[in-house]
């Protein structure tokens, strides 16, 4: 921040930018039907004012829609063909700390430079147009034309797209001639949009293919696949299923990205890839079914670090005693990933129990689990571990659902939390970068942290709470001396009124026990993922 002529803070270049992003975030639901159709419609518009219909006619799209793993589907995918030599773009959503993660070439982060210059010449072409008929689009559209801008100009040899939300109406589908379409595993999520059952969410995902192009998709729930095969059939789409991936086939090395999961995405990716160097001229026949060997190129791609922040990834805080709070932050938010991310968290913490220590001395990189852990190198006894939970998701998703996976699916493993934090994000959903500062303490609303909090402790504690909200405060206790730092603090369970008091909580334990190490896992949102790592990476 620099300093204007009356003393007050003046905005960089770089904040300037995101204030006008900001002004294209809408407060309307995205459950509100006008977001679908009637501004889908209104794509062709903005390409025609910022010249980019026949620029998108000559990019090279790989296109993928899901609702788990399309994310870490498109970064293996952009790894292999970089790591093939081709130059890459790779727009993703969302992002966690910086908007300049959605868009990267060469798999880097695009410059601000560079995104300055982009932002602008597309912000102000398309502000000169605005009308009544034809207002600015809205945040995640604006920031798609501003990705094929990008790709468009930079030149790259591939462009992959990952879908925002759904398919069908996503800003990402004005795209008519992709080279290839993927379609990573299917599951209940954003039903209040898509719709409650599997099939018409597999419809809506569907809304991606394209007549005559290949399709690929990995093992679906048989209501999913129904679907995806008869809008394949309709469109006249190859559509093939696609095998995780062999891990014997990656002689020896381990995937770049953390997860028995990641195999399923891994082998989606490596489909895509070849697949795209196949119909683009660079290989004769694509790596799909029956493959007994992979190019070392692919294998590279594949086991590469791969950067991808908020999915299985292990930070410690960037305090004293790190050694003692570490955070395992992964942004599930769906039933079927909860119980993913819990198996993950559950594995990698017995993995550290196991005569091995984090070694991190720096966070300047994101790192995987596997990067991040060696063995104890002087013998010295392991210190007692404790397992944490820190929680919130988005009301629109049910924590029955949630909750209850997570905490099965650890227990089967042997993993118990001692206490679980809910707290409201940091983020602000009006407002674009870490400049903006969230309300205080005193202001946030903690009803949802509460309904949070009541479902925990009556899965805690069964029949004894019976869901009543008095049954459960009757096993309330301090949690610390602050006694205004947790709002509510049950046998089980704290609400915190913002994330920054929870932190501080977890790193006031670890200075008063010792001889306990903290394992928190942080999960249910990417936005609170992404709080999270601004916190303790400062």
């Known amino acids: 921040m620099g300093e204007g002529g009356d003393g007050s803070s003046k905005p960089t270049p770089y904040e300037e930018a995101l204030d006008a992003l900001s002004s294209l975030i809408t407060k309307r639901s995205r459950a509100d039907t006008s977001n679908n159709g009637d501004c889908f419609e209104l794509l062709s518009d903005y390409l025609k004012i910022l010249e ?215 082998g989606l990716a490596i489909a895509l890839s070849s697949t795209w160097l196949q119909r683009t001229g660079h290989l004769e026949v694509p790596y799909l079914e029956h493959t007994t060997s992979l190019p070392e190129q692919f294998i590279k791609g594949l086991t590469a670090t791969v950067s991808l922040q908020g999915r299985a990834q292990i930070v410690p805080d960037n305090n004293e005693s790190s050694e003692d709070l570490v955070f395992y932050l992964d942004g599930a938010h769906s039933p079927e990933s909860m119980e993913v991310c819990a198996r993950w968290f559950s594995l990698s913490i017995k993995d550290d129990s196991q005569e091995k220590i984090l070694s991190c001395q720096s966070l300047d990189t994101s790192r995987s689990s596997h990067d991040l852990v060696q063995r104890n190198p002087d013998g010295k006894s392991r210190k007692n571990s404790t397992q944490i939970l820190l929680f919130n998701c988005m009301s629109v998703r049910d924590p029955q659902l949630l909750l209850p996976n997570l905490m099965k699916t650890c227990a089967s493993h042997g993993v118990y939390f001692k206490k679980a934090l809910f707290v409201p994000n940091t983020s602000v959903y009006n407002k674009v970068g870490s400049h903006s500062l969230p309300a205080t303490d005193s202001q946030v609303d903690l009803t949802w942290q509460f309904a949070l909090q009541r479902v925990w402790e009556n899965l805690m504690l069964g029949d004894k709470a019976g869901g009543d909200e008095k049954s459960t405060g009757a096993v309330f206790e301090e949690l610390t001396d602050d006694t205004e730092m947790a709002v509510r603090s049950c046998e089980n369970s704290a609400v915190f009124p913002s994330l920054p008091s929870a932190i501080k909580w977890l790193r006031d334990s670890v200075q008063k026990s010792q001889s306990v190490r903290f394992q928190v896992l942080v999960t249910g949102s990417l936005h609170l993922i992404g709080d999270v790592l601004k916190l303790i990476k400062k």
């Open 52 to 266: 980019l219909e026949e620029p998108i006619s000559q990019l090279k799209i790989i296109h993928v829609a899901g609702t788990k793993g399309k994310g870490s589907t498109c970064t293996f995918t952009e790894s292999i063909l970089r790591h093939c030599g081709f130059r890459t773009g790779l727009f993703t959503s969302p992002h966690l700390i910086d908007v300049r993660e959605r868009f990267r070439l060469d798999g880097v982060d695009i410059s601000e430079d560079k995104f300055l210059a982009y932002f602008w010449w597309c912000f102000e072409r398309l502000k000169e147009k605005a009308s009544n008929d034809i207002p600015m689009p809205s945040y995640f559209r604006f920031l798609a034309l501003l990705a094929f801008k990008i790709f468009a100009a930079e030149e790259v040899d591939v462009a992959i797209l990952e879908v925002g939300l759904g398919g069908k109406y996503d800003a990402t589908n004005v795209v008519k001639a992709p080279v290839v379409c993927g379609v990573s595993s299917l599951g209940y999520d954003h039903m209040e949009i898509l719709g409650n059952t599997l099939g018409a969410i597999a419809g809506e995902k569907a809304g991606i293919f394209k007549p005559g192009v290949p399709a690929l998709t990995v093992p679906q729930p048989d209501e999913a696949m129904c679907v995806l095969e008869e809008k394949a059939s309709e469109l006249n789409v190859p559509l093939q299923l696609v095998r995780p991936l062999d891990a014997n086939l990656l002689n020896g090395f381990k995937l770049g990205l953390e997860g028995e999961h990641q195999y399923v995405n891994a």
